[in-house]
């Protein structure tokens, strides 16, 4: 239980703080450093977590993968709070390649883990921050607040397919390989 509680606990704390980023860009408020250095420390958290099971090389190398997720996302606000649609363009563009790379690699080393299932958990991602961030520019706090507790309820559906795939890797009998759909 604590494996499931853990992956959604990070999932969950990545909104949260890229949150806090949105805020204080938008706002010029707070340490935007700090709150930097803190998204980045989420990357190697979930890799540590995956090391045990799936070794030093493949932990690192998602940790890389998301934090160039994570960097994307921070471009993607910066942009959006420039009102630069050009540079929203190519970021958006770049998320989604971040996104396309982690899935394919996650499906690649578990196969419980479907490379379709991750795009949509994180294009549905990246979505919420988009949309939640235009919902602070223009102040449609009713908006920001349905979107943020939607998206604090995905990041805990995304935990937990991470989880079971970890535990599909102790043990698939007791996890098995869930059908296309489901």
């Known amino acids: 239980m604590n494996l499931i509680n853990d992956f959604r606990s ?32 989420i990357p190697s958290e979930l890799g540590g977590m995956l090391e045990p099971f799936f070794g030093k090389d493949l932990a690192e190398r998602f940790q890389h993968l998301l934090l160039v997720y994570i960097v ?18 190519a970021v958006v563009a770049a998320l989604h390649r971040s996104a396309d ?3 394919t690699f996650l499906a ?21 921050i988009s949309t939640e961030m235009i919902a602070m520019l223009l102040e449609e ?11 604090l309820k995905h990041t805990l559906m995304t935990g937990d397919y991470m ?20």
Not at 12 to 30: C, D, H, K, P, Q
Not at 163 to 182: C, D, N, T
Request: with cysteine; proline share 5%.
């Open 72 to 89: 994307n996302m921070q471009h993607l606000i910066a942009a959006q709070n420039a009102r630069d649609q050009s540079a929203c363009d």
């Open 141 to 151: 706090h009713d908006r920001e607040l349905d979107i943020r507790d939607r998206m």
């Open 10 to 41: 990070h999932w969950n704390e990545l909104a949260i703080w890229i949150r806090s980023y949105m805020v204080s860009t938008i706002t010029g408020f707070s340490n935007i450093a700090a709150i930097s250095n803190r998204l980045f420390r």
């Open 163 to 182: 989880a079971r795939g970890v535990m599909h890797a102790l043990v698939p009998k007791e996890f098995p390989i869930p059908a296309p759909g489901q």
């Open 108 to 128: 690649s080393i578990n196969p419980y883990w479907d490379k379709n299932h991750w795009e949509s958990l994180l294009y549905q991602l990246n979505n919420m």
């Open 101 to 103: 790379e982690i899935s």
